[in-house]
């Protein structure tokens, strides 16, 4: 017989009430994926690890407040939004270049090359990000929730349909509705979106 596994919910309400254990529970359930969802946006493990404790850290003063995070007991949702404004934050911070000086064997201007064609791209493409984020956030919560899981935080949907205690056939049908409204928008209002 399968051990019966706390919801999220019922392990944070333990939490908040005292039991330590409870947390570290929640931590050993969603650790690899929010350890991987940093990974995979900042490449670097010392980051990656400082971000993870960083994020724990705010977990634990938010819930240790009784500021309830209010998420319907998404707490894996909640927790990478928490993780994703740091590592915002952290490469909002990272503006150190290194400094570099001319030596016989080379100049400085041997390094400078035309990045125009880069950073245009670079700027049409986190706009049409924001742009298509302002877009996902008109759709129906499970909707909206769906596409985030799937697209920004790369989950299958096996992994969503476990997440929000729907059935994959639930979550495939909510993508498929999802996926119709965000073209009936992009056509209604004419947006372009490069590819």
Known sequence: MAKLQLPDALLIDKYIAGDENSLALL?????????????????????????????????????KQKKYYNEEGKFLSWVLRIASNLIIDKFR????????????DLSVFSKITDNTHNIENTLIKNQVNIDLKAIIEKLPHDQ????MMRYFLEMSFKEIADLTGVSVNTTL?????AMTNLRKVIEKNKIYLPT
């Open 27 to 63: 931590i050993n359930r969603h650790q690899s994926k929010i350890y991987g969802y940093i990974f995979s946006k900042v490449l670097d493990r010392d980051v990656t690890e400082d971000i993870f404790q960083e994020t724990f850290y705010k977990v634990i003063y938010t819930l």
């Open 93 to 104: 911070n990272d503006k150190k270049m290194p400094l570099n000086r001319d030596t016989e």
């Open 144 to 147: 909206k929730e769906v596409i």
């Open 173 to 177: 049908g909510r993508m498929r509705y």
